[in-house]
């Protein structure tokens, strides 16, 4: 598939960084082979070094590098690419040196976009860049040029360089450089570097310098203009999403509360306006500064206006017949760059909407009439009422293939578990065929159940409020004496890291002595902490289950997201119970009924810690209350297949049902053919006739 066709299919089907246009809109066609001519032209002027060259007042090299980097891969170039490679090279080596404040932040956007993980090679040079831009502050604004640090001071995570305060006496900074930044520092939040202090001076500043018509000048006092508009409307809404203030409200709450501020709406009552007046005298700087907020805060359209289809429209005007940009102002490369990526919807405030929702702002990343996830969640939920007893199937594996085991609870009409079934009592089916049962436990077998169990708990710094961490010690020592005899508890903490703080054990004193050790701090990392459980399991066997509390929305995960984690606990056959400990504004509650539900586990709702006890209660007596059987499977071999499994009781036609995936080939119904299996038996036989040949021929020993 040819860059054109990938990004007409980008611009038609992707949610940040497309349009929502069919097929045959001519402008997703026209827009698609523009970006196809502006990438030709971009990686045609780039050097055989790897670098693009830029200067004004001072040689760029380092930031039209990563500038350009960063709109190819944006557009589609893949990381490996020799372009971006050769780029990364000239990225890493200047920036060691640099004191410029636009090719830093220009470098630290390039690196954290070229990192295959969220965290990786490049956070240490990230943490450090990021540290330099933050020395360079001055009252809450950023001049061309910050200091270098000293080679002694090696410590960048913990503390900031030594400021050379000759050079701040004399320099004055302005709002292009400190949106950039802005960017910049919010970027490397994301690779270990502390953002708080920066992005409150910023808060500071831009909330006491707009103009009376809510606009910001290129310096303070100064007129206000629209791209410095835009900026300043970013650099609120990138403050109001600091870690120290996230962590204590979700991003729908925090983005109620922006919208509610009337420096934040007047902004962008400002921004709103200035879009409508986009023209041939429009700077493409500015272009591309609406573009960015628009994306960041997931605006589709600005009081009624596509700001989106006017801005592509002048664009696409504008495109020489090489596939640049013109030079007006800036330069070639420059503009071509920064239209690449309003075309793209490039979104550079790296995660600002997972943690910061505007309430009328549709998520660019899903289409507009998705059914809300508490709906969706509602409908998978499994039947716990009726007439008849329901099996819930809440996990299974194959770890001891062809064996399959399978976790289940049955429930009576009134609720209640029902604990003294016998295996006389079950029939299973694989793939609609009965199979026979091998082996089976019930809740009230005197054979100690190897139940294996993972807590993950919430050590961020909103559990000390209301005393959160205190009811959570309390609900742990309750569950602990709960569990079925043999058990096995293993405790993963969460804030700004994640730690298994106790690993399995039997002993419930090692276990409440871990959790009684903890002290609120920190951000909230959930769902890295969740797949931190869910690997730790992947190594256990027998009944196992993924206990997950949180007090907040995640905010800070570095690789696992819900739907990763979703797809982990599947894959494992893996329950995770969630625990939501707060009120709606502080706790996502749909995307933990989602994560529960849709690994066969259950949502718990505590708005205060008090109730933790008792929910921790019910944990454990879930826990009493499974059964679990294995059986054999029908298949001999590990054939690639997702084989359905039933578990019905005595002769309801209810049945609990799951579903087994066994890696492997896949191995056709009928089984392999026999010249297949011929022709299989003849490449290993010439596999090893060298072998068989040398030894004929080594002399026999005397």
């Not at 900074?173 to 409150?200: E, M, V, Y």
């Not at 119970?577 to 718990?604: F, K, M, W």
């Not at 090893?688 to 004929?696: H, I, M, Q, S």
Request: proline share 5%; aromatic share 6%.
């Amino acid at each position: 598939m040819n860059l054109r066709a990938v990004v007409a299919a980008a611009l038609v089907f992707a949610g940040v960084g497309a349009v929502q246009a069919k097929a045959a809109d001519p402008q997703a066609d026209a827009i698609a082979q523009a970006i196809e001519r502006g990438v030709a032209f971009l990686k045609a002027q780039q050097e055989p070094r790897g670098n693009w060259s830029f200067a004004f007042n001072h040689d760029h090299t380092l930031g039209i590098t990563a500038l350009a980097g960063l709109a190819l891969m944006e557009n589609g170039i893949d990381r490996d690419d020799p372009t971006i490679t050769r780029a990364g090279s000239v990225v890493r080596s200047l920036a060691v040196r640099s004191t410029q404040t636009y090719d830093l932040a220009l470098a630290i956007l390039f690196l954290a976009r070229a990192q295959v993980e969220t965290r990786g090679p490049d956070d240490p040079l990230i943490q450090r860049l990021a540290a330099r831009l933050a020395a360079g502050e001055q009252g809450g604004m950023w001049s061309y040029t910050v200091p270098l640090e000293s080679v002694e001071d090696d410590d960048v995570r913990s503390r900031r360089p030594r400021r050379d305060l000759s050079r701040r006496a004399v320099e004055a900074g302005d709002n292009s450089n400190t949106q950039f930044a802005l960017l910049g520092i919010w970027a490397a939040s994301r690779h270990g570097f502390d953002p708080n202090a920066s992005l409150a001076a910023i808060d500071a500043h831009f909330r006491r310098s707009p103009d009376r018509n809510g606009r910001w000048g290129y310096v303070s006092g100064a007129s206000g203009t629209d791209s410095m508009t835009c900026a300043g409307l970013m650099a609120l809404a990138i403050s109001a999403a600091r870690p120290n203030l996230a962590e204590r409200q979700t991003a729908r709450a925090r983005g109620a509360a922006l919208a509610a501020d009337p420096i934040f709406a007047k902004a962008l009552e400002a921004v709103a306006k200035d879009a409508r007046k986009i023209g041939q005298n429009s700077d493409i700087y500015y272009i591309w500064s609406l573009e960015r907020v628009c994306v960041a805060l997931g605006l589709r359209a600005l009081d009624g206006f596509d700001w989106y289809e006017t801005g592509a429209h002048e664009l696409l005007r504008r495109q020489m017949d090489d596939g640049g940009w013109p030079e007006p102002a800036w330069g070639r490369i420059p503009n071509t760059c920064l239209a690449l990526l309003f075309l793209r919807k490039a979104n550079l405030a790296f995660e600002l909407d997972r943690v910061l929702k505007l309430p009328t702002a549709p998520r660019l990343d899903k289409p507009v009439d998705e059914a809300p996830v508490a709906e969706k969640a509602k409908e998978a939920r499994p039947r716990t009422g009726g007439e008849e007893n329901d099996v819930i199937v809440t996990g299974a594996s194959d770890t001891n293939f062809p064996e399959i085991s399978v976790e289940f609870e049955v429930k009576r009409p009134d609720g209640t578990y029902l604990l003294d079934a016998t295996e006389k009592d079950f029939r299973v089916t694989e793939e609609g065929q009965p199979v026979l049962i091998r082996k089976f436990q019930s809740p009230v077998t005197t054979q100690a159940h190897a139940t294996t169990v993972v807590l993950v708990v919430d050590r961020s710094r909103s559990m000390e409020e209301e005393d959160r961490i205190g009811g959570l010690k309390r609900a742990v020592s309750s569950f602990v004496k709960g569990l079925p005899p043999g058990s096995r508890v293993a405790v993963v903490a969460f804030g700004s890291d994640v730690k298994t703080i106790c690993p399995f054990t039997g002993d419930p004193q090692k276990v409440q002595e871990a959790v009684d050790g903890l002290t609120p701090e920190g951000a909230t990392r959930y769902y890295d902490a969740v797949a931190e459980a869910l690997e730790m399991l992947n190594r256990e066997k027998g009944r196992r289950a993924v206990l997950a509390l949180t007090d907040g929305e995640d905010t800070f995960s570095q690789s696992a997201s819900l739907d990763s984690v979703i797809v982990a606990a599947r894959r494992l056959g893996l329950p995770v119970h969630t625990l939501g400990l707060g009120t709606e504004d502080e706790i996502e509650s749909d995307a933990l009924r989602r994560l529960a539900v849709e690994t066969r586990g259950q949502y718990y709702p505590a708005r205060q810690a008090d109730q933790l006890r008792t929910i921790y209660e019910q944990l454990a007596e879930r826990l009493r209350s499974s059964y679990s059987l294995a059986y054999q499977s029908d298949r001999a071999l590990p054939d690639g297949t997702l084989r359905p499994v039933r578990i019905y009781y005595r002769a309801s036609r209810k049945a609990g049902e799951t579903a087994v995936f066994i890696p492997g080939m896949v191995v056709p119904a009928g089984g392999w053919p026999q010249l297949f299996l011929l022709l299989v038996a003849g490449l290993i036989a010439l596999a090893a006739l060298p072998g068989w040949l040398a030894r004929k021929r080594k002399p026999a020993t005397p």
